[in-house]
């Protein structure tokens, strides 16, 4: 009613203000805001009473919910009960059955058992094996489900039946087999019977030492006619026909295989138990005999009984597996032959023929084969005489050096300009591939001790060798010079002077030089492939670097010999330049020809030896090194001879080192058609040697006024604190006594003083110039002299 009258209101108010419609639209807005303020206030006046209501009957269903649970426990704990009793009710049938289950089993087994054994016993008796191999073996199942029931008297009596019955059936088993095959006589004619075969078949089930008489009484009988035929006193008993004892053993393998390969079970292994107990009678039979003819055996007939022998075992391994060597449980046959990986497979086709197929020892390794299980079975009894053989090598390496020896004085040294020349003697390579079939021959004969004795042998003639062959002919030294002069030295002719070894000798030398580095190398590999063939134990005692050491002398010393000649041959000629009057030298012109003499002894030695020392450069390379070293402090020395020194005669020994220095640079490759670079371990000492040389030249060619200038000038270029080379080099200037006191005085004073080192004491150190720095000032004393000369 309120409502309306205000609406009335509100309509009559509008009639008579007349409002503008943006004041209606706004006075509406107000009042519909009005009206849902209104409303919501009423909606919330009633949700305090809907949310009392809704916890109630929360409440409610809580308590319906616990009542529910309850219901559920007490149901569950009923049904718990119930199960319990229905299990333990199970469980007692269960082991009412278990019970009676075992008591139906055990007497069905004791039915079996007392049945068992009666059928045993009367089987026995009657030698019906075949049948007693299967019984027995269940008889023997079933006794062991008793074991825990031995207390009581009826099961001990059918036990003590049982092992009776085991007992009387071994005891007959062996009485038949030796009734078939007695101790002594012939085996009965008819071949094996079947009794025999189903024997052998209880024999697996009896105790093992049963099986292993009947095997070891077999096996004696069946060698007894190897025995008899082979005995010591008999001719075929010797080892040059050892081959009929292999021959014999072969053709019974055969007899045995058709007459009795099916009599023994398969897996008692019988062809092999022969070949085996027919190797260790014979090995046993051979070392008797041969330690009682031990002065008869020769080292042809050693060989040739060896020989056959390791064919025959290596003839065992291809047929054999060798699991009877070690009997043991559990071995069994191999499945995959043995004939891709016998290690005497190659050997056997071309034993006769190994000299005639010699290989380097430098040769690829190849993979080692398997041990041959029979190896050494029977091959071991030779081994205690083995002495004669290394005996024997002894003898034919010294014959062998001997003609080396020979061969060489008879074709003398090799030729020069022959492809010989430098080459390695062919004799070398001749022993190497004796000792190669010497240690092939050994290592099959034996890996032990021998092998030491041969390697021994090895060494001995290796260092005859390196002493007969190779230093023993080097060529020898001369301190007579050959009658060379200085005058003679000084003359211009070509050829003219003649080096102090011939070139035939020069080749020699290379050649020996060559072949000791051959013999270097294969001495080496020697020593490894020895340590392959000795034993592991034994690798310790090969030992071949004494040997090594000898071969590396012999080069030393060939380098030496090459280094001296040149060296010698260059002698005269420094002489000569020490004793020429370089103060009264007027002009500079070309080289001096003492400088021409050493270039022409370079010009001839060096080719021949650079050629003959192809293969080995890196001793030709040591050869220029050693010859460097030894004549760039001779040629500084004579250098300090050469006293007094003009201006001009010390630019002319500058030219002439200059001219030796490009000459000692270009040694490697000179008078060579291929240039090479030479080494930069071999430049590096010329620069340095011969650049010394410039050095004190240039020194001497300064001026010696004002003296402060030139010690500073010395100590700069020479970097030397010795007070000698400071007077040689006043020697040269040709200063008279009192000012070189003074100028020793004065370069004592002037020295710079050296830094303390790490232990206190005094370290001098001159700071040089460099090799760059010198090359420039050489070039322009090098035009200041063409210069004068023009």
């Known amino acids: 009613m309120m409502e309306d009258e205000e609406l009335e209101f509100v309509e009559d108010l509008e009639a008579i203000l007349h409002l503008t419609p943006e004041v209606q639209l706004a006075i509406e807005q107000v009042t519909r805001l009005d009206d849902n303020i209104r409303t919501v206030v009423r909606g919330q006046t009633n949700v305090g009473q809907d949310g009392r209501q809704a916890l109630e009957e929360a409440q409610k269903a809580i308590q319906q919910l616990f009542g529910k649970i309850k219901d559920i426990k007490d149901k569950a704990e009923k049904s718990e009960q119930m199960v319990k009793e229905i299990t333990r009710d199970i469980k007692q049938l269960d082991h009412a059955k278990r019970h009676l289950t075992t008591s139906i089993t055990t007497l069905n087994h004791l039915h079996m058992l007392a049945g068992g054994v009666d059928s045993l016993e ?81 024999a697996n089930v009896l105790d093992p030492r ?13 060698l007894s006619e190897y025995l008899v035929l082979f005995q010591e006193n008999q001719d075929v008993a010797w080892l040059d026909k050892i081959d009929r004892r292999y021959a014999w053993i072969k053709r019974q393998l055969v007899d045995y295989e058709e007459k009795y390969g099916r009599m023994f079970p398969e897996e008692w292994w019988m062809t092999e138990r022969i070949a085996v107990e027919f190797c ?39 047929r054999f597996s060798g699991c009877t060597l070690n009997d043991g449980p559990g071995q069994k046959k191999p499945e995959m032959p043995l004939e891709p990986t016998n290690p005497f497979l ?18 690829p390794k190849k993979p080692k084969a398997p041990d041959n299980p029979f190896h050494g079975i029977v091959s071991k009894c ?3 005489h083995l002495y004669v053989y290394i005996e024997s090598q002894d003898k034919n390496l010294g014959e062998l050096i001997d003609r080396f020896v020979a061969d060489f004085r ?14 390695v003697l062919p004799s070398c390579a001749d022993l190497f591939v004796y000792y190669k079939k010497c240690m092939v021959q050994c290592s099959q004969l034996s890996t032990g001790e021998p092998m030491i004795a041969l390697s021994t042998i090895f060494q001995k003639y290796l260092r005859e060798y390196a002493w007969k062959i190779l230093s023993g002919n080097l060529p020898k030294t001369s301190t007579n010079s050959g009658g060379l002069t200085i005058s003679s030295l000084l003359k211009e002719k070509e050829g003219s002077e003649a080096a102090k070894f011939t070139m035939e000798e020069l080749c020699l030398i290379c050649s020996i030089l060559s072949t000791a580095e051959y013999c270097l190398a294969t001495t080496q590999q020697l020593e490894e492939k020895l340590k392959e063939k000795v034993d592991k134990s034994l690798m310790e005692r090969i030992n071949l670097t004494g040997e090594m050491d000898t071969f590396s002398t012999v080069i030393s010393n060939s380098i030496q010999l090459l280094v001296q000649d040149l060296d010698a041959a260059c002698d005269p000629a420094l002489t000569a330049m020490s004793k020429m009057p370089w103060q009264s030298v007027e002009h500079v012109g070309d080289q001096s020809p003492y400088v021409t003499s050493v270039i022409m002894h370079i010009k001839q030695n060096v080719p021949i030896i650079r050629d003959n020392l192809a293969s080995t450069r890196k001793y030709f390379t040591q050869f220029c090194i050693k010859f460097t070293n030894s004549f ?24 002439d080192t200059h001219s030796l220095k490009t000459v000692l640079l270009d040694l490697p490759s000179i008078g060579s058609q291929v240039v090479r670079k030479a080494p930069a371990s071999y430049t590096k000492i010329v620069v340095k040697g011969m650049t010394r040389a410039e050095m004190i030249l240039k020194v001497v060619m300064a001026p010696h006024e004002p003296s402060v200038v030139f010690v500073d000038n010395y100590i700069k270029l020479l970097a030397d604190s010795n007070p000698e080379t400071f007077q040689k080099i006043l020697d040269m200037k040709g200063l008279k006594r009192s000012e070189q006191s003074t100028m020793l005085e004065l370069f004592r004073q002037r020295l710079p003083t050296p830094p303390s080192g790490p232990d206190g004491g ?3 150190s001159f700071s040089a110039p460099t090799p760059e720095q010198e090359s420039s000032r050489i070039r322009k004393l090098e035009k200041l002299i063409k210069k004068r000369i023009q």
Do not use: W
């Open 122 to 202: 009367a089987m026995t008796r009657k030698r019906q094996y075949g049948e007693v191999a299967n019984l027995l073996q269940g008889v023997v199942n079933v006794l062991e489900h008793f074991q825990k029931y031995m207390g009581i008297p009826q099961i001990r009596q059918l036990s003590e039946r049982v092992k009776a019955a085991q007992s009387e059936l071994g005891t007959q088993i062996l009485a038949d087999f030796e009734e078939t095959f007695p101790a002594q006589g012939s085996k009965k004619s008819g071949g094996p019977s079947i009794v025999l075969r189903d024997a052998c078949l209880v």
């Open 210 to 222: 049963i099986k292993q008489e009947i095997i070891k009484k077999f096996i004696r009988q069946h």
């Open 280 to 318: 260790h009678i014979t090995r046993i039979e051979l070392a008797k005999l041969m330690r009682t003819r031990a002065r008869e055996i020769e080292v042809k007939l050693l060989l040739f009984a060896i020989q056959r022998t390791t064919n025959f075992e290596g003839l065992l391994a291809k």
């Open 346 to 363: 190659e050997d056997e086709s071309g034993e006769d023929n190994v000299s005639e197929k010699e290989e380097d020892l430098d040769r």
């Open 382 to 384: 030779f081994e205690p």
């Open 410 to 423: 008879a074709q003398g040294p090799p030729k020069s300009g022959t492809d010989e020349g430098g080459a």
């Open 632 to 655: 760039i402090p001779k040629f500084i020395n004579h250098l300090f001879r050469c006293k007094p020194i003009s201006m001009v005669g010390a630019e002319q020994l500058l030219l």
């Open 762 to 764: 005094p370290s001098l």
